[in-house]
């Protein structure tokens, strides 16, 4: 089906937005694609340190240069739930890369941070840059020119990012991202919610949310619930990067192996060695990331992809705005729903029907562009399937059922959840911020309150222990944007703002800072740019001034008369606090440097 005709024109006008920045892009990608494989290039000695451990056999294979070498990305550690199964992973890689007549390398290990044990804590500060600095990471291992193709191994909130820049920066080469999949399922995240309000009120100890949290997060895999981590996996499979069906296939099972194998046996085939030669630079265009963005809104995903996407985009040489995000939003109904946008969890969703039936839904209205490349060849229509094993246990793909198989979690698009993927751009007087409604309740889409600020989490926190915040109010959370401190996530704010929503206040949030996948069902006003640090308007604010949050008509605006706002002097706070510890003194450079959030919140920009 011909792609509506709201999905065509903003892309285009991305496209045309695009045009130099993209054109010059391709050129660098064709010029070191047009080289070949890249080992004829190296001196013998720069050879033979590449090649050191390899056997004769593959050392002489690999200086004829006549055999492909995969290089391997990974974000392996054992103490991330997600990144534990990678372990595994480039035995099963190695076996997969023999058996198709090539050899695969570890190329470089990357940082992977958990922002779930980061939470609250110093170490969150380094979380957004980490994207970054993984990016940087893997440009170092592939550096080497030793490689015909890539394969990484990355799930979580800034990994992902971080490696699909870097495959971006690499693209030419062909780059295959190869999940792991989520854990099983365990306490409901509904009810690890419950536990967490009751303990922000005091009503249970230490103990019993201690008892709830692990029961959530109990094994290997991706957490469940539909954050930033499982977004990642969603708009890999979307925008072409992961064989089809891959995405949330659990750990450890027969199917998650042969998924790895077969995904290693493809990057092996679209080298430039081959017929099917796809470099990445060339496989990812303005399309492949409408695609993602589609994809984003019609699952309720996770606001970090208004930065995500934006930085990814600009590493292909594509300029991505906010407003093209939102504009999508209208177009694009939801048709999923997934903890905390429902009660599911990603394998009720992937049991439902998952991505095979996402996309089948979404082709059917012309939403995605189906004339794309991807790792699997051409046109998304072919992810349009479930993978499963054969009786000789290699994958094979059915087509994706028709009907769903649990309407409270997939719909059909003619019967959608809400008739928007819920993600806004608000613009104002307070600048620009993102808000996603999409698990807000229509009565709370629009708060007019006055305004309390605080400078940390903890100063709302302890005002909230106080027993000051029984009112209707708007809570500024500022200076922590990118400049400021990292822009860490704030979901040491989510239990008690739910709290005294649940209690009949009406509550909001404005921050420079950000919530991510899990900001839930108070309305949040994130990413202000420009930042407090900057000196934007949100440093002005005072309390008791009259916030009004718009998520209908897409405002934010504090309702000040323009010539008193303006002739107030920006607020200013000592954050010598947030520079040194926990490794935080080695980004002062990336806070000095980092661009604006609407620009992706990058020090490459």
């Known amino acids: 089906m011909a792609a509506h005709s709201s999905i065509e024109a903003i892309t285009a006008r991305i496209v045309e937005r695009s045009k130099p920045l993209r054109e010059a892009y391709l050129d660098r990608v064709r010029r070191a694609g047009s080289r070949g494989p890249h080992r004829a290039v190296l001196s013998c000695g720069n050879l033979a340190h590449g090649f050191a451990v390899c056997s004769p056999a593959e050392k002489a294979a690999l200086a004829g240069d006549v055999v492909p070498n995969l290089g391997i990305i990974t974000a392996y550690n054992d103490m991330l739930s997600a990144h534990q199964p990678y372990e595994t992973f480039p035995p099963i890689i190695r076996e997969a890369a023999r058996e198709a007549g090539g050899i695969a390398q570890v190329a470089g290990g990357v940082p992977a941070m958990c922002d779930g044990v980061t939470q609250g804590q110093p170490g969150m500060e ?24 890539a394969v990484f191994l990355g799930i979580c909130d800034k990994i992902v990012p971080g490696l699909v820049i870097a495959a971006l920066s690499f693209g030419h080469l062909p780059s295959v991202f190869i999940p792991a999949g989520p ?8 009810e690890k919610s419950r536990i967490r ?30 954050g930033t981590a499982n977004s990642n996996q969603m708009l890999m499979e979307i925008m072409g990067f992961h064989m089809p069906g891959a995405s949330f296939v659990n750990p450890g099972t027969p199917l998650r192996d042969a998924l790895t194998k077969e995904a290693a046996k493809r990057a092996l085939a679209i080298t430039a060695l081959g017929n099917e030669f796809t470099p990445a630079g060339e496989m990812i265009d303005e399309r492949s990331i409408v695609n993602g963005i589609v994809g984003l809104h019609a699952t309720g995903g996770s606001t970090n992809h208004t930065l995500h996407l934006v930085a990814m985009a600009r590493a292909a040489g594509i300029k991505l705005t906010w407003q093209d995000i939102s504009d999508l939003s209208d177009v694009v109904p939801l048709i999923a729903r997934v903890y905390p946008n429902g009660l599911a969890d990603v394998n009720h969703f992937h ?22 490349r991807t790792v699997f060849g ?16 290699q994958v094979v793909r059915e087509p994706a059922p028709e009907e769903s198989g649990d309407k409270k979690v997939l719909a059909l698009i003619e019967t959608p959840f809400q008739s928007n993927g819920g993600l806004k751009m608000l613009t104002g007087n307070l600048g620009k911020a993102v808000i996603k409604i999409s698990a807000v309740k229509p009565e709370r889409h629009i708060i007019e309150a006055p305004a309390i600020v605080f400078h940390d989490q903890q100063e709302l926190q302890d005002a909230f222990k106080r027993g000051e915040l029984n009112r209707d109010f708007v809570a500024v959370v500022r200076f922590q944007g990118p ?48 930042e407090a640090s900057d000196g934007g308007p949100i440093a002005k604010i005072r309390d008791g001034d009259i916030i009004r949050l718009d998520a209908i008509a897409g405002t934010l605006e504090v309702l000040v008369g323009a010539a008193e706002f303006d002739a107030r002097t920006p607020f200013v706070v000592d954050l010598s606090d947030n520079e040194f510890g926990m490794g935080r003194e080695l980004f002062a450079a990336f806070r000095r440097n980092v661009g604006h959030a609407d620009q992706g919140a990058s020090v490459f920009a």
Do not use: W
Not at 496 to 523: E, I, N
């Open 126 to 149: 380094l979380s957004l840059f980490s994207r970054d600095a993984i990016a940087m990471a893997a440009g170092i291992g592939l550096s080497h020119n030793m490689f015909d193709a």
């Open 183 to 190: 854990m099983t399922s365990g306490l409901p995240n509904d």
């Open 197 to 226: 309000q009751l303990y922000a009120e005091g009503k249970v100890g230490r103990a019993e949310l201690l008892e709830a949290e692990s029961k959530s997060y109990h094994g290997p895999g991706t957490c469940t619930f539909y």
């Open 351 to 372: 049991a439902a029907g998952g991505m095979g039936f996402l996309i089948k839904q979404l082709l059917k209205q012309g939403l995605l562009h189906d004339d794309v």
């Open 378 to 393: 051409q046109g998304l229509e072919a992810y349009t399937v479930e993978a499963k094993l054969d009786a000789n246990g």
């Open 483 to 530: 400049k400021a401190n990292g822009m860490p996530e704030l979901h040491r704010l989510t239990p008690p703002l739910g709290v005294l929503q649940d209690r009949g206040f009406k509550v909001a949030l404005v921050t420079d800072g950000r919530m991510s996948g899990a900001s839930g069902k108070v309305p949040a006003a994130i990413h202000i740019t420009p």
